[in-house]
């Protein structure tokens, strides 16, 4: 075979003037273009903003996606090659691993708390590189670590009830929305949803405690004045959702809401008397956190009911004075209430001896096992009593105390998850905190008015029962 149809053959598509004509070139003149430049590598982040803690395990991940055009994303180099405050965290306390897609995770061990940003850059073919940077928070380390988890997104944790497979719902008491966790990881919520629209307000509806019966979940807002002792009306709200599904596939729409409870409740204790003083907590300028103030923070249906609910107290105590009871002042047709917009109907109040503090939530299981969350009426309260009250539900049964809560770390305690057997040997239950008040971070900021949700958070811990 001859060169020229050597040629030919490998550049048929050139034709045989072609073929010739690159064997006149001579020896030293190229068979093909020069490679293209490699492109530059792209880098981003699922999140520029991460929270952890010091200590903590489980902690919230980044996901970094790679790419360069013509390049695998499994051939490309990530690095961390900086810190700004190599105290808080360094270079070589970021973890990072490759997921299935071939992006890469990657977590922050804190060493002490802060803030601190961390470069990454990519690099590529050709020596090609991008940069990014993580702005990364980590907060104090708190008791009993191995237990605890961040749920970040928001601050003001208020409400939670267990929608099944390790999840559950969570309100929070500076907005309209819900949010679906993971309860064994930190990090953000798997959904949100957002229902204001729904309920027609702008303002926060104050939401403070939830119950669920069956797939309807009853949600209820303070019902009191603002901080400012301001009448609200988005604050005079209790609404129902309906759950579809289960777990990370949990489903919610909304159902109904009634917008008049506070004023019935004025007007039932006005008809016995002004037995707990409910006109004078609810009227202008009087703060609702005081101990004659006017603050709803608990909902439970009774033992075995579906349409009789207890709303739990943290303000008024019974009487309004240092070492009164905690007041519950059952609704006996609450489901319709909400429902259909019957008025309520009011059953006898139960006053609940909790060791001079007041209700911040009550929870029960299907056994009818109630756990109630005891803590101060006051506002400032974040280092003051809480403990955990074991109630069997019958009215004239007084609570027993199952355990102290620790209160040296940042945050009020706020929510009971769910309830577990109360008879078995070391019981465990999984309490919120809202942090809205906290200096997360050491910079005098409190949570709730930090710049970016992801900084955000509230804490979650399980707790064995004595």
């Known amino acids: 075979m001859t060169a020229r149809s050597s040629v030919a053959r490998r550049y048929g598509a050139l034709g045989a003037a072609g073929a010739a004509a690159l064997l006149l070139a001579g020896p030293t003149a190229p068979a093909h273009a020069e490679a293209a430049d490699p492109a530059t590598p792209t880098i981003s982040l699922s999140t520029p903003y991460l929270s952890g803690a010091v200590g903590a395990l489980g902690e919230p991940s980044v996901t970094v996606d790679l790419g360069q055009a013509g390049v695998p994303d499994g051939f490309l180099r990530l690095q961390v090659i900086g810190s700004s405050n ?5 270079v070589g306390d970021v973890r990072q691993e490759r997921t299935p897609r071939g992006d890469r995770k990657l977590t922050v061990r804190a060493h002490g708390r802060g803030y601190t940003d961390l470069t990454l850059r990519v690099t590529g073919r050709g020596g090609k590189t991008a940069t990014a ?5 980590a907060s ?15 601050s003001d944790a208020s409400a939670a009830v267990d929608v099944g497979g390790g999840y559950a719902l969570v309100a929070d008491d500076e907005s309209n929305v819900l949010r679906l966790y993971d309860r064994s990881r930190s990090g953000a919520p798997v959904k949100t949803w957002d229902l204001g629209p729904a309920l027609g ?39 129902t959702t309906k759950i579809t ?21 004025v007007a039932w204790d006005a008809a016995h008397g002004d037995r707990y003083g409910f006109a004078a907590g609810t009227a202008a300028g009087r703060v609702p956190k005081r101990i004659d103030g006017f603050n709803v923070e608990g909902l439970e249906f009774a033992p075995g009911s579906t349409t009789t609910a207890y709303l739990g107290f943290r303000a008024p105590l019974a009487p309004a004075v240092p070492g009164g009871k905690a007041l519950v002042v059952p609704v006996v047709n609450f489901d319709r209430v909400v429902a259909a917009g019957e008025k309520p109907v009011f059953g006898e109040p139960i006053e609940w001896d909790l060791g001079g503090l007041a209700v911040r939530d009550v929870r029960k299981n299907a056994a009818d096992q109630y756990l109630i969350l005891a803590g101060s009426f006051a506002a400032d309260d974040n280092t003051d009593p809480y403990a955990l009250y074991q109630w069997d539900g019958v009215p004239g049964h007084a609570p ?10 940042a945050g009020a305690w706020e929510a009971v998850v769910s ?9 465990r239950v999984q309490l919120l905190t809202d942090n809205g008040a906290a200096d997360l971070y050491g910079d005098g900021t409190e949570a709730k008015d930090l710049a970016h949700p992801e900084w955000k958070k509230s804490r979650a811990a399980w707790f064995r029962l004595g």
């Open 86 to 90: 190599p105290a808080v965290a360094a």
């Open 133 to 137: 940077v993580l702005s990364y928070a």
């Open 140 to 154: 104090a380390p708190a008791a009993g670590a191995l237990s605890t988890r961040y749920l970040t997104g928001s």
């Open 201 to 239: 307000v702008k303002k926060e509806a104050d939401i403070e405690a939830a119950t669920r019966v069956g797939n309807t979940v009853y949600w209820t807002g303070s019902l009191g004045n603002n901080k400012d002792g301001k009448y609200k009306a988005e604050r005079n709200t209790v609404f």
């Open 245 to 265: 599904g289960s777990g990370a596939a949990t489903e919610i729409t909304f159902t109904a809401a009634y917008k008049g409870l506070r004023e019935d409740l």
């Open 400 to 409: 027993r105390k199952r355990v102290d809560l620790p209160t040296a770390d």
């Open 419 to 427: 309830v577990p057997d109360l008879r078995a040997p070391g019981a």
